[in-house]
C-alpha cells in the first residue's frame, strides 16, 4: 500500500556533498519514522539514521556530525544530506518509512546508489 521512491544517489570525490531524497505515496496510514539504512558490498547493513514523526533523530556514529535526515511531513518525503564524503559512506543506501493501521509496518525503497571516489 505504500510505495517509497528514492533519488539523489551518484558519484561524488571524498570532501564533496550528496542529498538524498524519499518520497511514500499519499496514504491514509500515518507514517511515523523514517529513515536510511546503507549497505556496501561484504558488510552488514547499518542504520544510518531515522527521524520520528515529531521530529527526534538519531545518527550512526560513523556519520554523526556530517549527514543530516530532515523530513517534510506533508509532502511524506525524507532527506539525508550528506556532506563531507568520505570513501567509506560507499554503499547503496535504502529509505524507509514506518506506518501505522492494525499494526507498525515497514516499507522500503528501492535503493540508489552512492560511490565516492579518492
Known sequence: QVQLVESGGGLVQAGGSLR?????????????????YRQAPGKQRELVADISSGGRTNYAD???GRFTISRDNAKN???????SLDPEDTAVYYCYAV???TGF???WGQGTQVTVSS
Open 105 to 107: 509496518y515497514h516499507y
Open 99 to 101: 506506518v501505522s493501521s
Open 77 to 83: 518525503t525524507v532527506y539525508l544530506q550528506m556532506n
Open 20 to 36: 538524498l531524497s524519499c518520497a511514500a505515496s499519499a496514504s491514509t496510514f500515518s507514517i511515523n519514522g523514517m529513515g536510511w
Open 62 to 64: 560513523s556519520v554523526k
